[in-house]
């Protein structure tokens, strides 16, 4: 059963078993205590299921295999029968650094002495380390070449920057957010749109995740490189998932959106029939970009 005010970690498992001990006992080693773990496993065929059973958490019934944006989505839609103020994301094979959730709940609070009861987005930065938990880099956003502070709506459209294993948001944007539609990508990107455009996004500057990279990542971080420039520029862009999202979006919210951004929304989202000049200056109008000169060379050569 729910256990009420506390902040609820939402566990997706999928074939999990190698290292889903270690990231449960990061959990429980936390310095704030005050959580309750809801788990769900999609289908897995090894024992995730068995070992989610054998500590002290919420499993919920076993279901069909639905996929990490349709397992959270389940995962996040339950856990609002509680009266929890906070949610946070769970992936199965990361480490949690101790004081993870007391420095986001710390950033939570801040902006919630400042803004009141608003949609609530904090993120953090990771430590990219490898399937023994070696450093590769120990930043993300560096690894990667992001700026944390370019997270506008329009931005968000085009990359989604917030990873959703550091992430906890308020129970305002959790019910706002509700239900995510078909159409969009990840569960992270939509709740990053939702509260970009409806709330405020704001971050931890600090690495509180090892965040493992193996050969069973269902997403994972690419290291920013003259590889990486090279493969954008010559690699076609496809933007229809983006474009879809975006259509989603439109659809849920249309009645909250100012006119200036449900035009953007419907221009982007039928940018597939326009002409090879049209969806250029659609990107440019809207300002529609990717971070960094080399990923917008890429967008504007490939679209």
């Not at 704030?32 to 019934?61: C, G």
């Not at 009861?117 to 938990?133: C, F, G």
């Not at 951004?261 to 970009?289: D, G, N, Y």
Request: hydrophobic content about 35%.
């Amino acid at each position: 059963m729910l256990l009420n005010k506390k902040i609820l970690i939402l566990l997706s498992t999928y074939n999990g078993e190698k290292y889903l001990k270690q990231q449960l006992d990061s959990l429980y080693n936390q310095t704030y205590k005050n959580i309750n773990i809801i788990a769900r496993d999609d289908n897995s065929r090894d024992s995730s299921r068995n070992i989610l059973n054998s500590y002290d958490i919420e499993v919920m019934p076993p279901n069909k295999n639905l996929g990490p944006r349709d397992s959270f989505s389940v995962l996040l839609e339950y856990s609002l029968l509680s009266d929890s103020p906070y949610f946070m994301f769970c992936d199965q094979d990361d480490v949690w650094k101790e004081d993870k959730i007391e420095k986001t709940l710390k950033k939570m609070k801040e902006l919630e002495s400042k803004l009141g009861d608003i949609p609530l987005l904090v993120y953090a930065d990771l430590e990219v380390v490898d399937e023994n938990l070696q450093t590769i880099d120990k930043s993300f956003w560096h690894f990667e070449q992001i700026n944390p502070n370019m997270n506008e709506f329009n931005r968000l459209l085009m990359q989604n920057t917030i990873t959703g294993c550091t992430v906890m948001i308020n129970r305002k944007l959790a019910q706002l957010a509700m239900s995510i539609p078909d159409g969009t990508i990840m569960h992270d990107w939509w709740l990053g749109l939702v509260a970009s455009q409806f709330g405020k996004i704001d971050y931890v500057d600090e690495a509180l995740i090892k965040y493992r990279q193996h050969t069973q990542n269902s997403t994972g971080a690419k290291r920013f490189s003259i590889n990486y420039i090279i493969n954008k520029i010559y690699t076609s862009m496809n933007l229809m998932p983006h474009q879809k999202q975006a259509k989603a979006f439109l659809e849920t919210y249309r009645g909250s959106l100012d006119n200036k951004t449900v035009k953007m929304l419907e221009e982007f989202s039928s940018l597939e029939s326009k002409s090879f000049w049209q969806k250029r200056k659609i990107l440019l109008k809207h300002k529609l970009l990717k971070q960094g000169f080399a990923r917008n060379l890429g967008l504007m050569l490939k679209i």
